[in-house]
């Protein structure tokens, strides 16, 4: 069973989920003002100073991405399982309840039905853009008619599941929206409506939880890095926090709206903060090298984050953190502690049997075991961190051919769509980079060669007959 999926058994086991409150019921004051969210200095960075250019293009052609979906989609099919996730078995009803932000799904696990839904909502859309393109334009005409996607009730008991499943969603649909804006069929009056909502939800939300224990106390980062006494929240320090940055830099840029790509730099700001002095991402390190399976997200969230920016002209791979690593060397710590997964164990203390899994226990198993367990494939995360690769790691090149692992043979394709958030870093990074082109050309090339060779080689034998 996967670390993902203990996790969230953890979590269900822990939060005695009440009755879901009528949208009446909800207390809508976590939404503040954008101008009073304090400036986090421990995070300054020149993030914080990045503009919006006029007329933005994350494409040169903007048909290499459907190129990429042309070329890859034939393996990919909603259906298929994905580790422990039968998808197959995901409800029916994932439409009407991501419209109306469903409060009666908490009983079900909401945020773990709605990360179920939007992946594979995402992967439909992969293999059938026209068809998948119509539920998300559903959901976002009812989310800008009727609002419904509050970030906390009044309910101190399903507070958690609500905000998460808030946060998650907001942030993901955003940044799908930003990538795929013009296949959205909208008129202009619609579209200016779901732009606005969107904006204004990720612009006035700051994250900061209203119930339970501390948590994401940024007035005091070093609690970051006391590894003895984890006291913060993961969900809303990690994993939500890069969702909701994602959404609002992509979005930003897409609708040339500076307030929001600026919140969602404050967001993108504060995570990498938080990177300690040894690359590691404390937020998804709270297991120790049972945390595998979460620091393997980081490298598509750094490639994506690396394409944004260097869309408007900023080299996010030499982009240095506040204790002096960079970027690149925030994936060289990764490369390097999937083989040592030890080096996390220092986050591992204050709940060595997390989730019923003993990480000393883990410790003594074999690498290939641990990988195993913990979804790890170097080969997958080479190609996320192709550029990376590219510019600082000649010698991981052998392992960023995944079009020799996307088929149902490897079903590698599964590792690439929608694994963290409802959009792929490779297809975006190869289109962004016209990648697909490069091997359209190449191949075209190779069989006008192959051409050419076969009648030079006809024409010999016709001259040595006669």
Known sequence: MSAYFLFIIFITNLLTVAPAHAATNFNTSSKETYEDFPVHEFAKSPLRDLEVPDNWQLFTDPLELYR?????????HEKHAIDTWKMNDYLEDCERALSEFDLNWLKYDMPMRFIRCKTVMTQFHFRNRDAGIKVFERILLAWAETKPVVYRSTSKTDADDQAYAAAMTLGDFASFYAVYYEDFDFTSDQRNSVDDYLSDWLINHNLKPETGRGRCNLKKPELFERVNDFSFDT???????????LGAVYLGLRTGNQKLFTAGNRHIEINLATIDKDGIFPAWAKKGALALSYQRQLPE?????AVAYESIGYDFYEHQLPHGKKIHQVYEALFDFIYHPEKLNKYAFAFPNFAGEDVHAFDKLPLSEKWDREMIVPEVLATQSKGYVLRYRPDLLEKIDYAKRWDQKFGTWKEHIAVFVSISGIAIYEAANQNVSKIIENETNKKIETERERVRLEGEENKAAE
């Open 301 to 305: 969230v750094l490639t994506l984050l």
């Open 235 to 245: 969900d809303y320090c990690g994993s939500n926090r890069w969702r909701v940055g």
């Open 68 to 76: 990429f979906h042309d070329r890859f989609k034939d393996p990919v």
